[in-house]
C-alpha cells in the first residue's frame, strides 16, 4: 500500500491564445528507490460557465506528457481539450533501478500545457500540481523545504514570470519554460559568434486564419534543430496578427511589415525613425502604456544591439495558409516602404507556401461559400479570398478599420504574444497595392507590383499544396493550378499510389469539424512506426516561367504520372533510396530529370494555348465581369511571369490543412515528415 502523496511542486499561470508552458523534470537518482510515482493535476480555473461560451477565448487547455522525451521513439500521454473547473489527472511510475542504470535519463518528463486554438484574445488560468507517493516500504519521510505561497496569479492579463514553487527540491528539479522562452526569437547578439559581423540567415514563420504562432512552433524548432551546429540560423515567429486575421490581407501584411522592420532594426535608422512617427498619431490610449514600456526598453538596448541589419545577411518567408498572401502583401509593402533599401541590404534566399490559397478561395469550393466570403462572413479577409473587387477607398467595417502597432514582442519583457501587438483605431498607411479597385491577390500578382519584383528577388520559390483532405484550401490554388503532370485522377485510382478513394467535399468538411471539436489521439503503434512510415511527399516538380495550367492539374498521360510518382515515391510509399541521396542541402529541384523535362515539355505545350494572355499587357484591367476561375488564372499567369516555381505535392490522409505544419506536435503526427522534408530540402545556415 502506498503513502499519501506529498506535494513537490505547484504553480499557477495564466495563458492566452497561442500560450506554451514546458517543464522538464528530474527525479534525483538517489531518491528512485524511495518514490513510487509521480502525480500530476493540472486544473483549468476558469469559471465553468465558460464552457457555454466557447468562442470567447481559449476556455480549454491540452496537456502532453513525455517520460525520457530525449529518447526516441518518444511516445506521450496526451489529454485534450480540457474545459472549464475540469481536473486532468496522470500518474507516471518510477524506474527503482534508475540510481544503478547506465542510461541517465530513465526518470526524466516533460510536461507540457497548451491553450487551444479559439478566436478571442482572452486569458485562462491554470494550476499545475506534481505529487510524490512514497512506496509503501520506505522509511524516508518527506516535507516540504519552503511554504507554498500564492503569488503567481494572473496580473492584467499578463503571463506571470515566476517560476513554479518547488517544494521538494531534495526529490525533483525542473526547468521551466515559458511562452516568451519557447516562442520568441532570440537576440542576434546572442547568435552570432566571437568575431562575426554578418551572416545571419533570418527565417520568419507566418500563421493562418485564426491562428497563432504556436501554429509554427513545431517547425521553428526542427529548423533550428536541423541548423543548431552552423551557428547562422535565426527564426523568427510572427504573432501580431492575433485576432485581427479577419481585417483584411492588407492590415495583417502591414503589421507583418512592421515586426520586421522594427525587429532587423530598420526602424532605427534615419528613415526608419520618420516611419516609426507617421505611425504615432494612430496609438490609442490602449496600447499607449505598451507603446512607452517598449520604447524605454528599445532606448535601453540601443548600446547593446547592432545597427540595421543587425548581422542579418539572408531572409527566407515560410507561411502557413493565409499567412502566406500575408506575406506576399508584406513583401511589397516593406519594398515600398524602404524604397527598395531593406532587400538590396538582406538578400531574399526562399520563399515558402504552405497550403495557401494563392489564387483565393471559391472557384473550387460550392458557390455558396464563395457567396458568403464575398458578403463579409470572415470581414475583409473573407472578400480578398473571394477575388471581390475593391473600392478606391478599401471598403471595411468602423470595426476593422485598424492600423499598426509600432512595437514589436521582441522589445517587450512581457511575456504576453500580443501585449506591444494590439491594433489601435488610426491612420491606414496605403501603398501602390492598395490603390488599384481590382482584387488585392491580383494586384499583387501583377508583374509590375512590388510584391512580383521582390518575389522575383528570391533565389527560390516553393509552394507545398495538399492534394486531398483540406477543405478550406483545395489543390489547385495552393499549386497555381496544377503540377503539370500530375494526374489527381489515375493517383486516386486503383492502379494510382493513394491508400484510399477520393472523397468528397462534404465528407472532407465533416472529418474537418469533428477533428476540431474532438481532436483524436494518434495510437501508440504510430508513435513507434513513425520512422518507417512513409513521406507525404508524393511529387515534387520544378515549374518554369510561363507555365501556366488551366485544365485542372491533369494535362499529362498515365506514364508520366506514374513515373513521377515512382520517381518520390517508392512501391510501398517509401522514399528511393536515390530520391533521398539527390536531397541535397540549400537545393531546391525536381526529383528526377525526367521530372524536369516533363515540366518543360508541359510548359511548351501549354505557351501555345496561353502565350497571348501570360503577356502582361494581355491582363484585361477590366475584371469585375470575371467569373472567380478567370481571376484566378489571372493570378496564376501573374506569379508564373518572369519567376519559375518548385510545386510540391503532399498527400495526408487526414485533415491535411493542420497536419502539414504539425499544429499541435504531437497530435498532427501525420506531418512530422513533410516538416523534415522542408528542413532537409532547404539551406537556412
Known amino acids: 500500500m502506498t503513502q499519501k502523496p506529498v506535494l513537490a511542486l505547484s504553480h499557477k499561470v495564466a495563458l492566452s491564445v497561442g500560450g506554451i508552458i514546458r517543464y522538464r523534470l528530474k527525479l534525483l537518482p538517489s531518491q528512485a528507490k524511495n518514490i513510487d510515482k509521480l502525480h500530476f493535476r493540472i486544473r483549468n480555473c476558469a469559471p465553468i460557465y465558460r464552457n457555454i461560451t466557447p468562442s ?41 533501478n534508475d540510481e544503478d542504470d547506465d542510461d541517465e535519463g530513465c526518470n526524466e518528463w516533460e510536461l507540457e500545457v497548451l491553450s487551444e486554438m479559439i478566436l478571442q484574445q482572452n486569458w485562462i488560468d491554470i ?6 507517493v512514497l512506496r509503501a516500504d520506505s522509511t524516508t519521510p518527506l516535507e516540504a523545504t519552503i511554504s507554498e505561497t500564492d503569488n503567481n496569479s494572473r496580473a492584467e492579463g ?80 510572427t504573432d501580431t496578427n492575433h485576432a485581427g486575421t479577419e481585417e483584411g490581407i492588407q492590415m495583417a501584411g502591414q503589421r507583418v511589415a512592421m ?40 532606448t535601453q538596448n540601443k548600446t547593446t544591439t547592432k545597427p540595421f541589419p543587425r548581422g542579418i545577411s539572408k531572409v527566407s518567408i515560410i507561411g502557413h495558409s493565409l499567412g502566406g498572401l500575408i ?42 461559400l464563395g457567396y458568403a466570403l464575398s458578403l463579409g462572413v470572415i470581414g475583409q479577409t473573407g472578400k480578398d479570398l473571394a ?16 492600423s499598426l502597432s509600432t512595437t514589436s514582442t521582441l522589445t517587450s519583457n512581457k511575456h504576453s504574444p500580443t501585449s506591444t501587438s494590439t491594433p489601435a483605431p488610426g491612420l491606414i498607411m496605403e501603398c501602390a497595392l492598395d490603390k488599384s479597385p481590382e482584387p488585392l491577390l491580383l494586384a499583387m500578382a501583377r508583374p509590375e507590383s512590388a ?69 483524436q489521439i494518434p495510437p501508440r503503434a504510430k508513435f513507434l512506426g513513425i520512422a518507417d512510415a512513409p513521406s507525404p511527399v508524393v511529387i515534387v516538380e520544378r515549374v518554369e516561367a510561363g507555365s501556366v495550367d488551366d485544365s485542372d492539374g491533369a494535362i499529362e498521360t498515365q506514364d508520366a504520372t506514374t513515373t513521377a510518382i515512382a520517381a518520390t515515391t517508392g512501391v510501398n510509399g517509401k522514399e528511393t533510396k536515390k530520391n533521398k541521396k539527390n ?45 472567380r476561375r478567370d481571376l484566378a488564372l489571372l493570378v496564376s499567369e501573374g506569379y508564373h511571369t518572369g519567376m519559375d516555381w518548385t510545386k510540391i505535392g503532399v498527400f495526408i490522409e487526414h485533415e491535411a490543412h493542420v497536419q502539414i505544419i504539425v499544429r499541435r506536435k504531437w497530435y498532427n503526427l501525420d506531418g512530422w515528415k513533410c516538416v523534415q522534408d522542408l528542413c532537409e530540402r532547404f539551406d537556412f545556415s
Open 583 to 627: 536531397k541535397k542541402t540549400g537545393s531546391v529541384k525536381s526529383t528526377t530529370s525526367s521530372n524536369r523535362s516533363t515540366s518543360r515539355s508541359s510548359s511548351g505545350s501549354s505557351s501555345d494555348s496561353s502565350s497571348s494572355s501570360a503577356s502582361p499587357s494581355s491582363i484585361s484591367d477590366d475584371v469585375s465581369t470575371k467569373s
Open 259 to 298: 515586426d520586421i522592420l522594427e525587429w532587423t532594426g530598420y526602424c532605427d535608422t534615419e528613415q526608419g525613425q520618420q516611419l516609426r512617427k507617421a505611425f504615432a498619431p494612430a496609438a490609442s490610449k490602449s496600447t499607449t502604456a505598451a507603446a512607452t514600456t517598449a520604447a524605454t526598453t528599445s
Open 451 to 519: 510584391s512580383n519584383r521582390v518575389l522575383k528577388q528570391f533565389v527560390s520559390r516553393t509552394s507545398y499544396a495538399n492534394i486531398e483532405n483540406d477543405m478550406a484550401v483545395k489543390f489547385n490554388t495552393s499549386s497555381m493550378m496544377g503540377i503539370p503532370s500530375f494526374d489527381m485522377d489515375h493517383f486516386f485510382s486503383p492502379e494510382g499510389a493513394a491508400t484510399q478513394p477520393k472523397k468528397s467535399i462534404y465528407h472532407s468538411a465533416l472529418v474537418s469539424v469533428l477533428a476540431l471539436l474532438l481532436p
Open 327 to 368: 506575406n506576399v502583401y508584406a513583401l511589397g509593402f516593406i519594398e515600398e516602404l524602404t524604397q527598395g533599401a531593406f532587400f538590396r541590404t538582406i538578400k531574399p534566399a526562399h520563399f515558402i507556401t504552405l497550403a495557401t490559397p494563392l489564387l483565393g478561395v471559391g472557384f473550387e469550393h460550392p458557390w455558396v
Open 387 to 402: 477575388l471581390e473587387n475593391r473600392s478606391s477607398k478599401l471598403k471595411r467595417s468602423a470595426s476593422s478599420a485598424t
Open 127 to 132: 494550476k499545475v500540481e506534481i505529487y510524490v
Open 158 to 237: 499578463i503571463d506571470t514570470e515566476v517560476q513554479p514553487k518547488i517544494l521538494l527540491p531534495t526529490v525533483l528539479s525542473c526547468d521551466y519554460k515559458d511562452t516568451q522562452a519557447i516562442c520568441g526569437p532570440a537576440r542576434p547578439e546572442d547568435v552570432l559568434r566571437a568575431g562575426d559581423e554578418e551572416g545571419l540567415h533570418l527565417v520568419l514563420l507566418t500563421h493562418g486564419i485564426h491562428g497563432s504562432w504556436l501554429d509554427m512552433l513545431y517547425i521553428k524548432e526542427q529548423i533550428d534543430a536541423h541548423n543548431k551546429d552552423n551557428g547562422k540560423t535565426i527564426t523568427f515567429l
Open 56 to 96: 470567447s477565448g481559449p476556455w480549454k487547455i491540452a496537456v502532453a506528457l513525455v517520460r525520457n522525451p530525449d529518447k526516441l521513439p518518444a511516445v506521450p500521454e496526451l489529454v485534450p481539450s480540457i474545459g472549464c473547473a475540469q481536473v486532468c489527472r496522470l500518474d507516471a511510475s518510477v524506474d527503482q
